[in-house]
């Protein structure tokens, strides 16, 4: 009989020497079952040792960290965080998902900006800590620390009961056609997050328009808003106006 801890030890080693390993494979190779192996690439996955895909999974990349997310480019970040900040109403239960952009957010936000923030991030929840007039939420879960959120079947659920007046949504990329995520469980619960929302915005920097992501949010259709930076290139701004992108909001310098 394999213990768990020296078949996850086999599965990283696996996945480390030959870039990617598929579930059924696992099963095969550890006599144990679909639900067992699925349960093992998940937590090895919020654990950072590697990167759940569809049928199994990858080699994790150079992929930076949340804090070092955080720590790039706050100036900018703060431009955007700025300008998200109007959208917000005193009456609003507002849904703000993990990143270092909503971090940003969170940093600017007055007491009393919203009858409710409820956010995925441990960093936001800490950020508005002090709050007593709205009301601040942290959504259970597992806590995925390159992520810097919580993730999983509970916050699923959390976020499927919820209706929010406004969500603030990260994501990794913006095409005209689609907005990307890097992380498969997270997509899942940004999806969630733009269902059950009233009203939808994002910000993103220059750098994500048009950024390879592997997984699909939805498109920028699903959106209300959405802010960038006020020198975004030309040609990559006209492609979103076309594909009919929402209320387009630069961020003033």
Do not use: W
Not at 7 to 31: C, M, N, W, Y
Not at 123 to 135: C, D, H, K, S, V
Not at 168 to 194: F, T, W, Y
């Amino acid at each position: 009989m394999q213990f768990a801890e020296e078949r996850r030890r086999l599965i990283v080693e696996a996945v480390e020497s030959e870039g990617k390993v598929l579930a059924a494979e696992l099963v095969r190779r550890f006599d144990t079952s679909e639900d067992t192996i699925r349960r093992d690439l998940r937590d090895l996955d919020l654990a950072g040792l590697l990167r759940r895909v569809h049928g199994g999974a990858v080699r994790r990349t150079g992929e930076a960290s949340f804090a070092q997310r955080e720590g790039a480019d706050q100036q900018r970040k703060a431009l955007l965080a700025q300008a998200l900040r109007p959208l917000i109403r005193p009456t609003d239960t507002v849904l703000v998902d993990a990143g270092s952009t909503n971090l940003a957010l969170a940093r600017q936000l007055d007491d009393g900006c919203a009858a409710a923030i409820v956010t995925n991030s441990p960093q936001i929840a800490l950020a508005l800590g002090e709050f007593r007039r709205t009301r601040v939420i942290l959504l259970g879960g597992t806590y995925s620390a390159p992520c810097g959120a919580v993730l999983g079947a509970r916050t699923l659920a959390d976020i499927q009961a919820l209706r929010a007046d406004l969500c603030i949504v990260g994501v990794c990329s913006v095409a005209p056609d689609r907005l990307g995520a890097s992380d498969g469980e997270e997509a899942e619960l940004k999806r969630a997050m733009i269902a059950g929302s009233a009203r939808r915005a994002a910000a993103v920097l220059n750098d994500r328009l048009g950024a390879p992501a592997p997984f699909t949010i939805g498109t920028v259709a699903d959106l209300d808003h959405l802010v960038l930076e006020a020198d975004v290139p030309a040609d990559l701004l006209e492609p979103l106006r076309r594909a009919g992108a929402p209320n387009l909001i630069l961020a003033e310098r």
